[in-house]
């Protein structure tokens, strides 16, 4: 069972506290995007073996939707931010680097 | 024939004598005994039968890995298959029987599947499954039913308690052997919150049994002096009888405490689940011996080396007077000299080494004990208990050198940690070549949160053999433990023991080496699910070369035993018969828990009334006390129909529907859902949930809205009020009121997270009274306070006042098609304004009515339902309701998915009414067919029934269908088969879904 920190609360939530929402840092496509843009929108999602950025939600806790970037393969939890970014932080990124050098880099 | 000895029974207190019963015969034993050595010591060896061939099966172990003795215990609610009499504390009044066995353990039909047994090889359920077919239907299968299975399932309900509790824990340490108190004194000594927990009873493990010395002291007083210092430590917590069951993500534990097994009706709950969140994890989980694979090796009376040991020091128990030793190792040497010394019989050791020269081997030889060095065993001879033993060269292929008489045969094949608890959470395994184990690898530990190891090993878990290693890395291992969690380290050393010189083992998977057909194929690998040596290479031979497909293809480790005792064994043979090294072939994979728990430990408290917390309206009670019939709605209890007495529900329905047409009818809504939407951009962003404007919306108005997710379905609906400039109230469905304000916080916090608005769900904050029918008007201007005439309160409008005195929200809306008016009044007057209605409503004919008028009145209406015309593939235009749909907004939440071409193909179901040609109920669900057959060959389905009631207004079944065209067909007639096996037909005619009051004149006034 994880344990993820609230970037809003501070609080180092256990997993049965938190809702997961799938992929972080999708693009929303509304009216006049096209067909694969749509279909990549709702359906298409990354799955790695390695470094992700998923969504969670302090549902049990302070409610606030946040962002996680996260080894799907060991758990290793690089950090929390805000979903309140679309693209992760840099310092998001170097705390991955710093623990994955080989990792490909957020695209 | 085993038998309680005069002398020893560490564990025993003899002054107290216990009775108990096997299979209908009264016992006794003592207190300390399990009902394992309670039976030992009444001369009962044989225990149960195997699961496939139903062979005479014995107790083999001492402890949680025992295969065999699975007993059926405890009668009624507390009768429970399965456990294991090694581990079962015995207790006044214990009842016990065995268990896979017809008609009876002595003399069992099954056993013929024994001389069967070269029809039934590995992988004998799939291979019947393919030919010949009908033979496994007829034959196969009702045999192998009823003859195998291991216990019965109980048939009463649990009489036992059980409960959770959660802990939080610096350092937790599994084991109390000398390892875990090793541990726990290094890691206390950092000043770290502490946690020791033990499956057994007792600490210590079996140091005293092997006659362990340390810090000068015999084991056990070591063990004594620690436990404690230990207790008198504030930082420390010891719990015996508690069992580390599961390591998972992040640090988190689940441990098995079993409080009152041994103490049954005594109050307390029977069994504790802890959910345990350790900063750091040390597993001093020791060792489990490995049996020896020779013919014969399951007789009942042939046992491991340690457990012939345990029983005789623990228990003063013996299992046998004549005991024949079968070792590689050293170790059991250990049992060949304290069976010496308890006055019984070694007639020999048989030894694979060629040579042993170590001082245990000369320790027995100075007892006078033969050793036969590089021998084997060829065969038991025995059926029901060991009757002798055939000595081979275990260099050759089995012919007997000599037979040996005895009546028990202790085997050791060596140890392997018990490295469950490092493997759950993903912690690697390295091949130990020197002791023929995997062992954990320190480098490759399961990791936390931060990417640290958070779980160390201890002692022989970590593959430390000798009692000075095994206390220098728990030692250690604690110290590692508490600074990984901030504790600061000891300048102590670890405890001291006396140095054991043993000699290496020698890795023997095959007892003689060269063993033939015969052998091999009464030679077992896993006495619990009958997996012989001959079916797992008869697995390779067939292709098998993953160690998981033969688990699985043998059932090799699987059941209870999850590789404890089969598993090294298993693999060595698998190994060899695929000419492959053994680290090459690997494990299979261990899964938690680490022993069986009881379903009643996961289940916790939850059950009967606290199985689930049931959300309450505020008139609750007086549904309850009125005799409603209540029925789940969502996490709610909603009143489904008020029958009066002798009434069917049918008919109180019936009743309910007519007089709200007729009268007056109220009903409890107070379960919909309330979310308040505010700020300055609240009407941009409800036009962004929505599918209609909003943001037109009059303060003093009310708007019926539908909400659809981004793949453009329809998820909720209800009816949105403007209160204010900044304010919107919006009602969701009864079960959609915490997800709607989720999926509205979700967007409002993740993606228009600039937009300034704010939500609260506030469903709970109001008691809503829904007033419905001819009379409704009367009522509240009766109880006054509030003008609710057609002018002051037109349809689709809200108004603040009080009524009767309690202030009061109207908002004059119908979900029924007649003069309607739901009142919100504050929770905490929900009861009383209820109760004002039904007074005052007595003149007026007021009834109460429930949701399945609720649904019968909307059905009438052709209002459709969220769940019943909507399943989460059905879009708004589907349902006829692209009136709700805004044209002129540029985007809403699912219009860009409305627009691909699946979502406008004129062929999607629409949405009709359906009026049977005989005015029957449809059947809810039932599919709508036409002539031909779609590409499966199956009958071409054109729609289905989304709701299908008996409509008392109308006296005749009433129905709503999506139908292929539905709109493009009225007045057709479609057929609905029948699924009640006579091939009947129902005919309806597609009608339009309002069936009553069709120009709405009723709510019009």
């Known amino acids: ?60 806790g302070c409610g606030k939707w946040f962002h996680a970037a996260r080894c799907t393969m060991t758990l290793e939890v690089f950090a929390t931010y805000s979903a309140q970014t679309p693209v992760p932080p840099k310092n998001v990124i170097n705390a991955i680097k710093a623990k994955r050098p080989d990792w490909e880099g957020w695209t | ?341 308890a006055g019984l019989d070694v007639p020999a050791i048989v030894d694979a080494r060629p040579s042993v020269t170590s001082a245990l ?27 002798g033993v055939e000595i081979t060269s275990q260099a050759g292929e089995g012919a007997a050198r000599e037979t040996i008489a005895c009546d028990a045969v202790a085997m050791s094949g060596g140890w ?73 380290a000891t300048r102590k050393g670890a405890p001291k023991a006396a140095a054991e010189d043993e000699q290496d083992m020698a890795a023997v998977w095959l007892m003689p080496q060269g063993a033939g057909y015969d052998l091999r194929s009464k030679t077992w690998l896993d006495f619990q699910n009958d997996v012989k040596v001959s079916d797992v290479q008869l697995a390779a031979r067939e292709g098998y070369e993953s160690v998981e497909h033969t688990k699985r293809y043998t059932t090799l480790g699987m059941a209870t035993d999850q590789g404890k005792l089969s598993n090294i064994n298993g693999l060595a043979v698998l190994a060899d018969a695929l000419d492959k090294e053994i680290p090459q072939v690997g494990t299979t994979t261990f899964r938690p828990p680490y022993t069986p728990i009881s379903l009643g430990a996961i289940t916790g408290e939850a059950r009967g009334e606290l199985f689930m917390p049931i959300r309450q309206t505020p008139m609750h009670d007086w549904h309850v006390d009125q005799g409603a019939y209540m029925e789940p709605v969502g996490a709610w209890r909603r009143a489904y129909t008020y029958p009066l007495k002798g009434e069917s529900h049918e008919e109180a329905v019936n009743r309910e529907v007519k007089n709200t047409r007729e009268n007056l009818g109220l009903l409890d809504a107070s379960t919909l859902g309330k979310i308040i939407v505010k700020g300055p951009d609240a009407g941009k962003f409800l036009n962004m949930m929505y599918t209609n404007m909003m943001s037109t919306l009059k303060p003093g108005k009310c708007r019926y809205g539908l909400m659809c997710n981004e793949n453009g379905f329809l998820i909720d609906d209800g009816v949105v009020a403007r209160i204010d400039e900044d304010t919107f109230l919006c009602h969701t469905t009864t079960g959609g009121a915490d997800t709607i304000h989720a999926h509205m916080e979700d967007w409002l916090q993740c993606e228009w997270y600039d937009w300034k608005v704010y939500t609260a769900n506030v469903t709970e904050q109001y008691a809503q009274i829904a007033v419905v029918g001819p009379n409704a008007r009367k009522l509240l201007e009766k109880l006054g306070g509030m003008d609710v005439s057609k002018d002051a309160l037109a349809f689709m409008e809200w108004k603040d006042g009080t009524l009767g005195g309690i202030t009061a929200r109207a908002y004059r809306i119908s979900f029924s098609g007649e003069l309607s008016y739901e009142i919100a009044v504050p929770a905490n007057q929900g009861r009383a304004f209820w109760d004002m209605c039904l007074e005052a409503g007595e003149e007026f004919g007021l009834m109460p009515y429930g949701t399945e008028g609720l649904h019968v009145l909307r059905a009438e209406k052709g209002f459709i339902m969220i769940g019943d015309e909507s399943d989460g593939t059905v879009i708004p235009q589907d349902l006829g309701l692209h009136w709700a749909i805004s044209k002129k907004k540029e985007d809403f939440l699912g219009k860009r998915a409305q627009l691909r071409g699946h979502m406008t193909d004129p062929d999607r179901w629409s949405l009709v009414g359906l009026e049977t040609l005989d005015s029957s109920v449809i059947p809810d669900g039932a599919y709508a067919v036409e002539a031909g057959t779609n590409a499966l060959g199956q009958r071409s389905m054109i729609g289905r029934v989304t709701s299908s009631y008996y409509s008392a207004n109308l006296d005749r079944g009433i129905a709503m269908g999506l139908i292929k065209h539905g709109v493009d067909k009225m007045g057709d007639v479609v057929e609905f088969p029948t699924i009640d096996g006579t091939g009947s037909v129902i005919k309806a005619r597609i009608v339009d879904p309002v069936f009553y009051d069709k120009e709405g004149a009723k709510g019009n006034v």
């Open chain 2, 416 to 488: 392997s940690p018990v490295v469950h608890l490092w493997s759950h959470c993903g912690g690697k395994l390295i091949w130990d070549e020197t002791h023929s184990h995997f062992r954990p690898d320190p480098d490759r530990a399961p990791l936390g949160d931060k990417g640290q190891a958070f779980v160390t090993t201890a002692g022989i878990a970590s593959g430390a053999m000798s009692t000075v290693d095994v206390l220098t890395d728990a030692y250690a291992a604690g110290k590692t433990a508490a600074k990984a969690v901030g504790g600061k």
């Open chain 1, 1 to 60: 069972m994880l344990i993820l920190e609230c970037p809003y609360c501070g609080v180092a939530a256990d997993e049965t506290e938190l809702s997961p929402g799938g992929e972080a840092h999708l693009v929303r496509q509304g009216p006049g995007s096209s067909d694969q843009e749509l279909e990549s929108y709702l359906f298409g999602r990354k799955n790695p073996k390695g470094v992700h950025f998923e969504r969670w939600r302090h549902s049990y």
């Open chain 2, 361 to 387: 081997a000369q320790e027995a030889r100075d007892l006078g004990i033969r050793i036969a060095e590089g021998s084997g065993v060829a065969k038991v001879l025995g059926g029901k208990c060991v009757v």
């Open chain 2, 1 to 341: 024939m085993s038998t309680r000895l005069a002398n020893g029974g560490r564990l025993l207190n003899k002054s107290r004598a216990l009775s108990f019963k096997f299979n209908g015969r009264n016992m006794m034993g003592y207190e300390g005994d399990t009902l394992a050595s309670a039976l030992l010591a009444n001369g009962q060896v044989m225990m149960g039968r195997s699961f496939k061939y139903h062979r005479p099966r014995g107790v083999v172990a001492s402890g949680g890995e025992e295969p065999n003795a699975l007993l059926g215990l405890g009668e009624g609610g507390r009768f429970e298959p399965n456990q294991r009499a090694t581990t079962t504390e015995l207790f006044d009044g214990l009842v016990s029987a065995s268990q896979n066995h017809w008609p009876s353990l002595e003399f069992d039909v099954g056993a013929i599947n024994s001389k069967l047994s070269r029809f039934m090889p590995a992988g004998f359920y799939y291979k019947t499954f393919i030919h010949p077919r009908a033979a496994w239907k007829h034959l196969f299968e009702p045999i192998i039913r009823k003859a195998a299975g291991l216990g019965a399932a109980p048939k009463d309900r649990d009489a036992d308690r059980y409960e959770y509790t959660y802990h939080h824990v610096d350092v937790l340490i599994i084991g109390g052997g000398i390892a875990g108190l090793a541990a726990a004194k290094s890691a206390a000594a950092g000043g770290v919150k502490v946690m020791l927990v033990e499956q057994n009873a007792h600490w210590g493990g079996r140091a005293p049994v092997d006659g362990a010395v340390i810090d000068d002291m015999p084991a056990q007083d070591w063990i004594d002096a620690t436990v404690d210092e230990l207790s008198a430590l504030d930082n420390v917590t010891l719990r015996t009888r508690m069992m580390g069951a599961g390591v998972y993500d992040h640090g988190y534990v689940t441990c098995y405490e079993r409080i009152a097994d041994h103490t049954p009706g005594d109050g307390r709950p029977r069994h504790r689940l802890w959910r345990i969140r350790a900063g750091h994890t040390v597993t001093a989980t020791g060792a489990i011996e490995r049996p020896l694979s020779f013919a014969g090796n399951d007789i009942p009376g042939v046992m491991l080396a340690a457990a012939v040991r345990d029983y005789a020091v623990n228990w003063g128990v013996s299992v046998g007077d004549r005991t024949v030793v079968v070792t590689n190792n050293d170790d059991a040497y250990r049992t060949a000299i304290a069976m010496k010394k």
